[in-house]
Nanobody, 121 residues
């Protein structure tokens, strides 16, 4: 069974920074993609940033130039460095991964439990 454990959320002032981490554990054979989505109150969950095997990244337009996604393959961990935070970045941030377990022959999507990020003065 696969688990995603997130950390690093919290309260920060506008213009501040936070770093989120998400570690995947369990019977993992291969990870194809890791990344982050977010859901603000009253809105649908939306892509923030992803990184695929090979290091290719994808960002939402609203975070380009401010957020950086990275992955430590040895630790099965994905990070999201968030700089120049704005109040509109306030949301629950969810870790997402597309991976294959050792016992399966297909890739499946998994989600973390979510971590709250609040940007407010």
């Amino acid at each position: 069974q696969v688990q995603l454990v997130e950390s690093g959320g919290g309260l920060v002032q506008p213009g501040g920074s936070l770093r989120l981490s998400c570690a995947a554990s369990g019977s993992i054979f291969s990870i194809r993609l890791m990344g982050w989505y977010r859901q603000a109150p009253g809105k649908q969950r939306a892509l923030v940033a992803t990184v695929i095997t090979g290091g290719i990244t994808n960002y939402a337009d609203s975070v380009k130039g401010r957020f950086t996604v990275s992955r430590d393959m040895a630790k099965n961990t994905v990070y999201l460095q968030m700089n120049s935070l704005k109040p509109e970045d306030t949301a629950v941030y969810y870790c997402n991964t597309l991976l294959r377990e050792r016992e399966r022959d297909t890739f499946r999507t998994y989600w973390g439990q979510g971590t709250q990020v609040t940007v407010s003065s």
